[in-house]
């Protein structure tokens, strides 16, 4: 706490080395000068982000060598009997093992060449298996919860890591899964066939790998003969995939925002999917994939990456990975769309939203007017019908709340650091004011303190959360659903929260480096990236008060549009709250095929257009817009918020808090700017008194939603790694001052 100067770990010290070392070692191959007519690839990640000491390497020669003659050395060892030759004998792939932390150097080169010594040299980082990679350092404490998994008795002390296993299960003729209970034929009498989406027709055995990686448990499922298993695909006699496995690849994502601190917990059960397993795709998944585990989006991508390195060297290269998951799933599938661009392919957001810092504002807001209507007015005047004018939601069918009641509990979560731990994270290593003032802080802030930096003054996380300026109800009063007087009354008294996330009377100022960082980090989903095909599917729950409401699909497709002039890659599914025993296709399946289909045009398509284009021009011309009717009706119509419109007068859109406080549809404000209080902006009359009382509630002005936000910008750069909280650095930066993600007087160390 206070102003003491942080002191680099050591992983810190090594990922700003190596973010230089990675772009200087082009540099200095090419003032070598040596003629570089070898290409070198890895396949299983990029090569600044290697993991476990190992990866696939491609290795393509020259027209003047031959495979015999090419020598491939790792740190000046031969590993050329690691590589096989392709048919045509011009690449080598294999499976290098054996790197060094840190840097390391890959060469390729051919033994007799009358033009003298050819060479190529790759150079690859690689880091541990527990990570972190670009994340940042992770929370501590870290409940490893890998007995709870099934995976082995947590390390005493150190990384939260377990050796991988391997469980059989087959799916039953009655629709069940089994553990299988031998390994050879005979098999069991009751295992089913399943025909996957490429017509092979197989025994429904799904192989389950299960391990640690990046200190969260990591499942990978995928449908195999046990009999003869994949094993070591990469290498000379080794077993590729049969042909259960359709070569392609698919990752749920779960929901909830939790404050982390720990591994989260599974079991290899979890991985038994049978949509898409009974189709020939794969699974794989971690635990810090789910938000609720930890909320840290930094961290899910960073899974995935590891996880994707892992099974590619494992089973081989997916033809494409398919993103699915609702909620916080939807969250975490766009953000890794726009920052780490390449992991996933396609995505399938469930019940939406664009991201969760910019809908933290609205819910925060929650909190507040919820205490004012319930504790500061008097609650018989402010009835679930007019309180819903204020904050836009929808009013439950017995009248008596609106949604923001349902997101009260998540007010407090999100802006609060004492809410929301798991149980298996010990009180006793909880932060408490009093008694605990160092422990482990679970608020939004907190849980990505790598991307938003520290407060010096106090340690703890710089907040975003700001509601300076923002008029509460200001279109109900311009519609003359609520008084000026009670307006006035709303926004004198609704007040915001310290640093504790208790209750203040003034509002609330957001840390401007927190927002700045915000937006630069691509915390904040502004469109950017987002090309690639989309289905958003969603049960409509508006009427339910539940918190997934389909007004957050429309924000998310404003800022498509703003970013790229288009939203035609992003298709929208509609249906009722529950599908149960209607004539509704499968949804999940529907999806799942439509981006086969989509993916595979996309594949075929050698135009040489722009990969955008692409994605337009090989939707499928059946994959639309779309709303069903309890009975099975499909309306198939262009999503717009025109309330004539069929799918709307099905399933009516809603606002939010920030919208009727004037703001877009878009939600993409974390700090508004302000104007000067004019009666003008105002539809109705106010006395001389009530233009004093408002001039003093907005001493600094009134937000001008029709202006970008404080520090709203465009995302930097994808790809960034934090090796200090506040800090980002693009991963293969050549160390100049200019790819450093922070103003020199903005610096948190």
Sequence with gaps: MGNAKTTLSAWQKTIIALTVAIGLATVS??????????????????????????????????????????????????????????????????????????????????????????????????????????????????????????????????PCVAPSRTDWFYRTTTGMFQPLPSMTPPFP?????????????????????SGTLDENIYRIALLDDPANPVRNPWSPGGKKPGAGWNGKLTVPFGGGCGPGF????????????????????????????????????????????????????????????IGSGGSGGSMQQRLIVQNYPGL???????????????????????????RYFDTVANPIEWPASRRAKVDGYPVNAAGTNTTCRSWNGFARTWQTPFNGFSSVVPVDLRYNPETNPSGAR?????????AFGKDPETGFARSGYDNVGVQYGLNALNSGHISVDEFLDLNEKVGGFDVDGNFVPARSKGDTIAIRNTYRTGRLISGENQIVPTIDTRNYTDAIIDIHTRVRTFAFMERLVRA?????????????????GTPIPNIAERALRAHNEWLDKIASDDSGRPYAEKVIRNKPAWVTDTCWESSGVAHEERFT???????????????????QAGGAVAGDIMKCQLKPVRLSDYRVALTSAQEARLKSIFPEGVCDFSRPGVQQRPIQDSWLAYPQPGHAVSLGDDGDDRHDRRDGHDRDD
Excluded at 272 to 299: E, M
Excluded at 564 to 579: A, F, I, M
């Design 29 to 158: 191959q090419a003032k070598e000068g040596f003629d570089r007519d070898f290409e070198i690839k890895t396949l299983s990640s990029r090569p600044d982000t290697v993991s476990g000491g190992d990866a696939v390497v491609q290795v393509t020669l020259p027209r003047y060598a031959s495979a015999r003659d090419v020598v491939l050395e790792l740190n000046g060892v031969d590993v050329t009997s690691a590589f096989v030759a392709d048919a045509t004998g011009r690449q080598l792939t294999g499976l290098i093992t054996g790197m060094a932390l840190g840097k390391n150097e890959l060469t390729a080169r051919a033994k007799y060449h009358h033009g003298g010594q050819h060479f190529e040299k790759l150079q690859l980082v690689n880091y541990p298996s527990y990570g972190p990679v670009f994340s940042g350092e992770h929370q501590r404490p870290w409940i490893c919860e890998t007995a709870a998994s099934g995976v082995g008795a947590p390390p005493a002390e150190g």
């Design 189 to 209: 009498a009751d295992l089913a066939q399943t025909t996957t989406i490429d017509g092979n027709t197989v025994p429904y055995i799904v192989r389950v790998e």
């Design 262 to 321: 720990r591994s989260g917990s599974n079991n290899a059960t979890s991985a038994l999917q049978n949509t898409p397993l009974s189709l020939g795709f794969a699974v794989a998944f971690g635990t810090r994939n789910t938000l609720g585990t930890g909320c840290n989006d930094l961290v899910s991508a960073e899974t995935l990456m590891m996880i994707k390195e892992r099974f590619i060297e494992q089973f081989g290269v997916p033809k494409f990975t």
């Design 344 to 370: 996933l392919d396609a995505i399938t957001p469930g019940v939406s939203y664009s991201d969760l810092v910019s809908i933290l504002p609205d819910v925060v807001d929650c909190g507040l007017l919820n």
């Design 442 to 450: 679970g608020s939004f802030w907190d849980g990505i303190v790598n």
């Design 564 to 580: 790229n002039g288009t939203r035609e890659n992003q298709v929208n599914w509609l249906t009722p709250q529950s599908t149960a």
């Design 641 to 659: 918020m025109n309330p004539s419109a069929t799918c709307n007068q099905l399933f009516p859109i809603f606002s939010t808090v920030r919208i």
